[in-house]
């Protein structure tokens, strides 16, 4: 692999854009001096180096979910990830019958494109009052021995695990396996203190906060208001439609540092149109993802675009480029591995320019785009 010098760029490192030249050898980074030299060089001047983006909730692209897709479907949709400036992945199965789900998380991961760096469950243990597109059938009350089949099927990839606190066993459910996976508090109609239980008991983080939970109210915080009476992490959708706005806005300013952008993608990078994904029959129409009835199936964008999002409210550059890089990477224990530009990590990092436009993207130092 040849080295590459990308000089004059402003580089995101520890929080802020600074004016570091970075050279990839062997496919990790180094940070150099100006007076360094390279045969192969790239001057950036006028762009931004970022990490690569880390989308913690997504359930796939281009019409196919990971719920039922081989391995050649998920290397095609890492490949999209990765031309969409999103390098790193955690790889999200929505509820489906037990038997597809342990087939799932049983594939094989892809070798090109972003780097799926653990899996994620959406389901079963979710209450079907807030199922929002779940299909009530397929969820059921939390089960210690189907979560240690998923868990063997999944073969140490594990890394998410979304609950409704308030089933019954949830909270001995939390405390016996927070130390092998992270449970985040998702499709739920728990209060405020039962929130603060499931916190209490191991859970980390909440699940594309303001849906699929109940409202704030005068008298009943409930899941918004004990995640910012918290010190946990939480996700929020970032393509302006399932959150208002404002909402998001408040997030940011209330808990920037803890708040993590996801896409909870379904259909990104679709037209307009139906589709069947995962059983389930889908309209994409004016860039949203419905459900027959109506109700939201989830995101047709991808992180980028919620970076971008978070920019078009006011979000300062450096918090949304946090806010999809390395507080996503934390959230799900994976930080050790990508997020944030350091010497010696893989090169998995984004160029682009002022008006955040995608001019490359690095993979373990390969040029994809």
């Keep these: 692999m040849n080295d590459m010098l990308l000089k004059n760029a402003a580089l995101f490192y520890q929080n802020s854009f600074q004016k570091i030249n970075l050279l990839i050898k062997d496919g990790k980074i180094n940070f150099v001096e100006d007076s360094f030299s390279c045969e192969n060089s790239k001057d950036c001047s006028g762009c931004y180096i970022i990490p690569g983006l880390v989308d913690i909730h997504t359930h796939g692209c281009l019409g196919l979910d990971f719920a039922d897709a081989d391995a050649s479907e998920n290397e095609k949709m890492c490949r999209y990830y990765a031309r969409s400036g999103v390098t790193s992945i955690i790889k999200t199965i929505m509820s489906a019958p037990p038997e597809n789900m342990l087939r799932a998380l049983s594939v094989p991961l892809p070798e090109n494109g972003a780097h799926i760096q653990g899996l994620r469950l959406e389901g079963p243990f979710l209450n079907p009052v807030k199922r929002g597109a779940h299909k009530q059938e397929l969820l059921i009350a939390p089960d210690a021995r189907l979560l240690e089949k998923f868990l063997s099927a999944a073969q140490g990839k594990l890394r998410i695990a979304d609950i409704a606190p308030e089933l019954p066993g949830a909270l001995s459910l939390i405390k016996r396996f927070s130390g092998i996976i992270r449970f985040s508090i998702a499709h739920t109609a728990c209060s405020y203190s039962q929130a603060l239980e499931a916190l209490d008991a191991g859970a ?16 009943e915080p409930g899941c918004v208001g004990a995640y910012l009476d918290s010190a946990s992490y939480g996700e929020c959708i970032g393509d302006l439609f399932h959150v208002h706005p404002a909402n998001l806005k408040m997030l940011f300013n209330q808990s920037a540092g803890r ?31 419905l459900c027959p009835d109506g109700t939201i199936a989830g995101s047709s964008v991808n992180l980028f675009d919620c970076m971008k999002n978070a920019v078009s409210l006011g979000i300062r550059l450096e918090q949304a480029v946090l806010s999809c890089t390395e507080l996503p990477a934390r959230a799900a224990g994976i930080e050790d591995v990508c997020g944030s530009l350091k010497p010696g990590r893989s090169a998995d990092i984004v160029i682009m320019n002022k008006a955040l436009q995608i001019k490359e993207v690095y993979i373990s130092g390969k040029p994809i785009v």
Aim: proline content about 2%; glycine content about 8%; overall charge positive.
């Design 204 to 219: 980390v983080s909440f699940t594309h906060l303001f849906n699929a939970m109940e409202p704030i109210k005068a008298r």
């Design 259 to 289: 708040l993590a952008l996801i896409s909870d993608s379904v259909a990104a990078g679709l037209k307009d149109g139906q589709y069947n994904l995962n059983g389930r029959i889908i309209t994409v129409k004016d860039g949203r993802a």
